[in-house]
Every structure is written in structure tokens, then in C-alpha cells.
T-cell receptor, first 113, second 111 residues
């Protein structure tokens, strides 16, 4: 399924709960990204990482956290500080062979109970 | 930072007609302009891209044009087919930095 795997496909969050979205790639890509997609809003950048153990905030990082302990993995945690977490979350990556050509995962739909 | 504006937000055409989607960007340093197609419930997929040293690029029924002076670029789809119905996103970036996306255009091709 394209080398980037996101799980779960659907996720439900209770009030005050932190939830973690998984993103794994076997493409040997250095750069990984998290985007949030809301209807009519396009894709907005949450966090990105260009190398292991380093990551940068995007345009809407508040209420989210990430880690990049392994090249293959870039999990996103939606914390209780994110008051409007319902959205479709997309993970993406690109490698040196095709710089800037983002490959996307299949996404996680997060909803609030 | 970069700001990408995309128009129109919705577009309906009859099968066989052409469709044009336009984007403008704010940062003159941007040098990479991809277009992504997202079908309902699916991941965005790259359909065509252009770099700032090229004015036009074509791939079968789709083409992209870039006007660096005016800071705008457009996607052209000719001989549209029902399977072209999807949301299309333009984006802009500078040399490996994160892509900034437009808000998307929902294209409907009616038979």
C-alpha cells in the first residue's frame, strides 16, 4: 500500500484523552510530515522532521506532539490541549531520490466522542 | 511564510470539456509547484509538478503552466472524463522545505 502505513484508519478520542496516530514508512525516506485536513481547508502542516531525533513545528502545532526516534517512524500525539481534534490526518514522506515529491499514507480519521 | 491561494473552490464541467484551476503564491523564492489529486476517502496523489526553471509541462491530458513574474500557476485538464472527478490541490515550496497547500478545488465531471 505505497510504503507508508498509517494506523488506525479510524480513531475516537474521549474528552481529556491523549491519542497517538502511527505512521511507518519503509521507503528509506529522511523527511516525514504530518498534515491535518479539514473540509474546505486544504492540508495544513502540523509537524515535520527532516532527520532522526529532530523535528520542527508547522503552522498548527499547538495541541500536538511528535517524536522521531527511528527513521521509519513518526508518531503524532493529539493531546487534550487540542480542543478541536476532529479531522483527517495525513502522514507523508519524501526521500533524496525524489526531493519534494511527497508520498502520502492513507490517513487516519479522528473523531471526538 | 508562503501563502497559496487556489480558485475556484468548486468546478463542474461536462465530460469532454476542459477544466482549469488556478493558484497564486506569495513567496518569490518558491521554486517547486506540484499538483495533487485526492479521490473521496483516498490519499492525495501527485499528478504533475513543475519547477521554476520551466514555463509549461504536459503529461497526456493534463498540463501545468507557471508564470513566475505574476506568481501564479495553473492546472489544465483537457477532454475531461468522469474519473477526473476529485479534489485537486496545488502547492508551493522552496528547495526541500515543507509544501504549502492551497485549499483545494472540487472538480465534478458530469457525463
Amino acid at each position: 500500500d505505497g510504503g507508508i502505513t498509517q494506523s488506525p484508519k479510524y480513531l475516537f478520542r474521549k474528552e481529556g484523552q491523549n491519542v497517538t496516530l502511527s505512521c511507518e514508512q519503509n521507503l528509506n525516506h529522511d523527511a516525514m510530515y504530518w498534515y491535518r485536513q479539514d473540509p474546505g481547508q486544504g492540508l495544513r502542516l502540523i509537524y515535520y522532521s527532516q532527520i532522526v531525533n529532530d523535528f520542527q513545528k508547522g503552522d498548527i502545532a499547538e495541541g500536538y506532539s511528535v517524536s522521531r526516534e527511528k527513521k521509519e517512524s513518526f508518531p503524532l500525539t493529539v493531546t487534550s490541549a487540542q480542543k478541536n481534534p476532529t479531522a483527517f490526518y495525513l502522514c507523508a514522506s519524501f526521500g533524496a531520490a525524489e526531493p519534494e515529491k511527497l508520498f502520502f499514507g492513507s490517513g487516519t480519521q479522528l473523531s471526538v466522542l | 511564510g508562503e501563502n497559496v491561494e487556489q480558485h475556484p473552490s468548486t468546478l463542474s464541467v461536462q465530460e469532454g470539456d476542459s477544466a482549469v484551476i488556478k493558484c497564486t503564491y506569495s513567496d518569490s523564492a518558491s521554486n517547486y509547484f506540484p499538483w495533487y489529486k485526492q479521490e473521496l476517502g483516498k490519499r492525495p496523489q501527485l499528478i504533475i509538478d513543475i519547477r521554476s526553471n520551466v514555463g509549461e509541462k504536459k503529461d497526456q491530458r493534463i498540463a501545468v503552466t507557471l508564470n513566475k513574474t505574476a506568481k501564479h500557476f495553473s492546472l489544465h485538464i483537457t477532454e475531461t472524463q468522469p474519473e477526473d472527478s476529485a479534489v485537486y490541490f496545488c502547492a508551493a515550496s522552496y528547495s526541500g522545505y515543507a509544501l504549502n497547500f492551497g485549499k483545494g478545488t472540487s472538480l465534478l465531471v458530469t457525463p
